[in-house]
């Protein structure tokens, strides 16, 4: 089992970058792929990017390519998205998500471990 603090989030302006960061606590953080979801409140929580635990292959929404990067750091059980070129509409409530042993998830159900969520917003 894996417990997973997200941190880094805040208000930036338009066009601006931040970087979140995903530490998780238990054994194995290697054998888990993680990923990145947002919500705005009365939306379905949405996809961003994931990063696999085998081979590192990372996949983005379409929206993300481009602006954001996702990486991870084994060796500190750590997970980043980095985003640049920020808009209003990527404020929303950032949360990552690990599920172990999978690859190319990308959708809420196929995580089963979640952080509590960091606050993103983006003034114009």
């Known amino acids: 089992q894996v417990q997973l603090v997200e941190s880094g989030g805040g208000l930036v302006q338009t066009g601006g970058s931040l970087t979140l960061s995903c530490v998780a606590s238990?054994?194995?953080?290697?054998?888990?792929?993680v990923g990145w979801f947002r919500q705005v409140a009365d939306k379905e929580r949405e996809f961003v990017a994931t990063?696999?635990?085998?081979?590192?292959?990372?996949v983005y929404v379409k929206s993300a390519e481009g602006r954001f990067t996702i990486s991870r750091d084994n060796a500190k059980n750590t997970v980043h998205l980095q985003m640049n070129s920020l808009k209003s509409e990527d404020t929303a409530v950032y949360y990552c998500?690990?599920?172990?042993?999978?690859?190319?998830?990308?959708?809420?159900?196929?995580?089963?471990?979640w952080g509590q969520g960091t606050q993103v917003t983006v003034s114009s």
């Open positions: 238990g054994p194995l953080f290697n054998t888990y792929t």
């Open positions: 990063i696999s635990w085998r081979t590192g292959n990372k």
């Open positions: 998500a690990a599920v172990q042993w999978k690859t190319g998830t990308t959708t809420r159900q196929e995580y089963d471990y």
